[in-house]
């Protein structure tokens, strides 16, 4: 099922450049993010982990100079980084439930925070949200409406 929600992806991600011009935060990214759509925390977890390597770019980019595939790398390995901390954090509630914020794959959250960089904030999350909420519904229809769960 990865491959084919991966393949979607791609396939949106290229619809959404094409005709609105709005980068779905790289090519891989709503694929990877439709299969987890059921975990609000891992949604949250991946968006925090791709902000806050948004914002050491940003805060990086007044003393270097960040830009093209410098930027790519950074971004990638910055989130790459943080991801590897948030899968470290678990937060304990009043009913003993583990609650993870952790990111979502390897390099999701740089490829997002790159073109947060690139095209801004709100575009980067609506195109992420619209093109893997797209993919989800597709992969529905195609597995006849059974519930994908975690990858």
């Given at each position: 099922?990865?491959?084919?929600?991966?393949?979607?992806?791609?396939?949106?991600?290229?619809?959404?450049?094409?005709?609105?011009?709005?980068?779905?935060?790289?090519?891989?990214?709503?694929?990877y993010?439709?299969l987890?759509?059921?975990?609000?925390?891992?949604?949250?977890?991946?968006?925090?982990?791709?902000l806050?390597?948004?914002?050491?770019?940003?805060?990086?980019?007044?003393?270097?100079?960040?830009?093209?595939?410098?930027?790519?790398?950074?971004?990638?390995?910055?989130?790459?980084?943080?991801?590897?901390?948030?899968?470290?954090?678990?937060l304990?509630?009043?009913?003993?439930?583990?609650?993870?914020?952790?990111?979502?794959g390897?390099?999701?959250?740089?490829?997002?925070?790159?073109?947060?960089?690139?095209?801004?904030?709100?575009?980067?999350?609506?195109?992420?949200?619209?093109?893997?909420?797209?993919?989800?519904?597709?992969?529905?229809?195609?597995?006849?409406?059974?519930?994908?769960?975690?990858?």
């Open positions: 099922m990865v491959d084919v929600a991966v393949g979607l992806g791609v396939i949106f991600s290229l619809l959404f450049s094409e005709f609105f011009g709005v980068a779905a935060g790289g090519i891989v990214v709503p694929g993010v439709a987890q759509l059921e975990d609000p925390f891992q949604l949250v977890g991946t968006l925090v982990v791709a806050v390597t948004f914002l050491i770019l940003k805060a990086a980019s007044h003393f270097i100079f960040i830009f093209g595939r410098r930027r790519m790398v950074l971004s990638v390995l910055i989130g790459f980084l943080l991801g590897h901390v948030s899968r470290m954090l678990v304990h509630n009043v009913f003993s439930l583990d609650i993870r914020f952790q990111a979502i390897f390099i999701i959250p740089g490829l997002v925070a790159n073109w947060m960089e690139r095209q801004g904030i709100f575009q980067t999350i609506a195109g992420v949200v619209i093109a893997s909420c797209a993919v989800r519904l597709l992969l529905m229809v195609i597995t006849g409406g059974e519930l994908i769960g975690h990858v």
